[in-house]
């Protein structure tokens, strides 16, 4: 683990560390005020592409371009694996990530390594200091990772690029892509209204921003507002635009999505039109995938792709690694980095399922069936062996405080009780990486002064909640600090059906504690509401 900077002797860095930290500049200066530039920004990314040289090897690579407001990232997962286990090389490039930043470029299905993410890393960065200067600066931090990507894809000679939109469409660095093989538009919603518009007409217009003239496209069901809208782009543009509809499961031969949840079959079927679509443009027929598709089946290696997909922190669960053999699944942390009330509803629901039929299995079942997702094995395998036990269910939750919490959490909490789900508790804690922080190989040292006005926030409005649904009027909620261990900074602001923690690790400890208090409980933690919640908890408690 890093060194906290508490003077001691001078931490050596990586060269992995170091190229991080160089990144982060990327990041700073972007904030530094006064560096307007000339021109508009997106346009600078054809002069990076020329200070790279890759103006050429884009324009010869195959590509697969998906934007959306939710689902991107699945998407492009599963495709990215659909076409890997057709045989073709892949480079899948998502954001954001999680715990490395080389999680955004995968080469084969596999996070590219650090040797060659070094390599391909100062070549970009070497060239663009050399070349850029007072009329162009550096790229901002997302575009520069762009263009990383275009290099390792083209270097690496990569069959299919599959590229997820950072933000938007039309302005996103991503599309400077020109000739695109198939384009694919996920499920629209309300995000980033200050950018990209507070209607979902003019979301969606953002969004169809990466349409190309000819260029054939897929999108999901989408409400009305918004298809108008990616109906009119796609006709300016002579897009064939067609709807993929959700995965039918019973084209998976009794196997599940890797990646859990309803509305992962929406992704699915998006993914498998981006594929045929792919395979048919390219020329690549001789497998005749297209006619089985067309048919009440899938190839099976469509299947097979789409049953071992990945995709980290989206419906993800994990067992503690710190709970002793004898009570393994005793403390199991499910997690799903929703942030807009769309998906935060998906996430409850995916939740209230996961945890029922885990339960439904832990008590009526000693035998494995054979169709279990691969991910969520070890949990389940944990949950098989283990004896009856009460199962709690507990909210782990933050959301950063440019969302609004009164369209988070009472969703969460709503569609929860309808589905027979009542937290336990829920723990409100701050993050512990910044947001954009690109360097995230340790937990940084809890910071003692950290200000929890937020986090006292989402627990009133938390409490709130419960006490209208047990048919009190909303009151006043003030919580009591409870100062544990004559230490300040265990203090914790506790109410009847909350807590607030000044960090994570305090939050994981008093679940530990909490089990190994009372052995006739299982805790089920739904960690939501960030992503960077979600990377920070896999960071904490995984193997
Ligand atoms: N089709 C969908 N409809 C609604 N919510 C979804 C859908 N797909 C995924 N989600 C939710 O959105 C979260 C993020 O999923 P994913 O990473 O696939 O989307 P993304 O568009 O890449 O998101 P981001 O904006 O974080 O990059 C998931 O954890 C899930 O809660
Ligand atoms: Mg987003
Ligand atoms: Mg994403």
Redesign the pocket.
């Known amino acids: 683990m890093a060194e906290g900077g508490n003077g001691s002797a001078k931490p050596t860095v990586s060269p992995y560390d170091e190229a991080m930290d160089t990144l982060s500049s990327l990041i700073t200066e972007r904030t530094r005020a006064g560096k307007i530039q000339k021109g508009d920004p997106f346009d600078y990314m054809f002069d990076y592409l020329k200070m790279l040289d890759l103006e050429e090897p884009i324009s010869k690579m195959s590509i697969i371009h998906v934007a959306?407001?939710?689902?991107?990232?699945?998407?492009c997962a599963f495709t990215e694996s659909i076409l890997r286990n057709c045989g073709f090389r892949t480079g899948l490039f998502?954001?954001?990530h999680l715990i490395d930043l080389r999680e955004r470029f995968r080469l084969d299905g596999v996070d590219i390594c650090e040797e060659k993410f070094l390599a391909y890393f100062w070549w970009c960065w070497d060239r663009l200091k050399e070349r850029t200067g007072d009329d162009i600066s550096m790229p901002t931090f997302f575009r520069f990772l762009t263009l990383l990507a275009f290099k390792i894809f083209a270097a690496e000679q990569v069959d299919v690029a599959i590229l997820?939109v950072g933000l938007g469409g039309r302005l996103d660095s991503t599309n400077v892509v020109q000739a695109p093989i198939v384009c694919g538009i996920?499920?629209l919603g309300y995000?980033h209204m200050e950018i990209l518009g507070y209607t979902l007409g003019e979301i969606a217009g953002e969004k169809a921003g990466i349409f190309k003239q000819g260029v054939p496209a897929f999108t999901?069901p989408q409400p009305d507002e918004a298809m108008r809208m990616l109906e009119k782009k796609a006709s300016q543009l002579d897009v064939h635009l067609k709807v993929a509809l959700p995965l039918d499961v019973n084209l998976l031969n009794g196997l599940d999505l890797r990646l859990e949840?309803e509305?992962?079959y929406?992704?699915a079927g998006l993914a498998v039109a981006l594929c045929s679509t792919w395979i048919q443009r390219t020329g690549h027929i001789e497998a005749n995938y297209l006619d089985e598709t067309k048919q009440s089946s899938l190839p099976e290696k469509f299947i097979k792709g789409l049953t071992t997909a990945t995709?980290q922190g989206?419906?993800q669960i994990v067992p503690d690694r710190f709970i002793d053999i004898e009570s393994p699944g005793d403390l199991v942390f499910y997690l799903?980095?929703?942030h807009t009330p769309?998906?935060i509803e998906?996430?409850a629901k995916w939740f209230c399922r996961a945890i029922k039929e885990r339960n439904k299995q832990q008590n009526f079942s000693s035998n494995q069936p054979e169709n279990f997702s691969a991910s969520n094995k070890l949990a389940e395998s944990y949950s098989c062996e283990i004896p009856r036990k009460n199962s709690t269910q507990i909210l782990l939750f933050n959301c950063m405080s440019v969302r609004d919490p009164q369209s988070l959490l009472p969703c969460l909490f709503n569609t929860c009780a309808n589905h027979g789900v009542h937290f336990k508790k829920a723990l409100f804690v701050p993050n512990i990486s910044v947001y954009n922080k690109v360097w995230s190989s340790a937990l940084p040292p809890i910071d003692s002064q950290v200000d929890l006005s937020w986090q006292l926030t989402l627990q009133k409005l938390w409490e709130n909640l419960n006490s209208s649904e047990k048919g009190g009027d909303a009151k006043k909620v003030d919580p009591i600090c409870e100062e544990g261990e004559a230490d300040k900074d265990r203090c914790v602001w506790s109410c009847e059906n909350s807590s607030v923690f000044p960090s994570l690790p305090l939050a994981v400890k008093w679940l530990r504690d909490t089990i190994q208090q009372n052995k006739s409980t299982r805790f089920q933690v739904l960690v939501t509401g960030s992503?960077h919640l979600v990377g920070d908890v896999l960071r904490f408690v995984k193997k």
């Open positions: 959306g407001t939710k689902g991107k990232g699945s998407t998502t954001s954001p997820e996920s499920s995000d999901v949840g509305h992962q929406i992704n995709l989206r419906g799903d980095g929703a769309e998906s998906v996430c992503l």
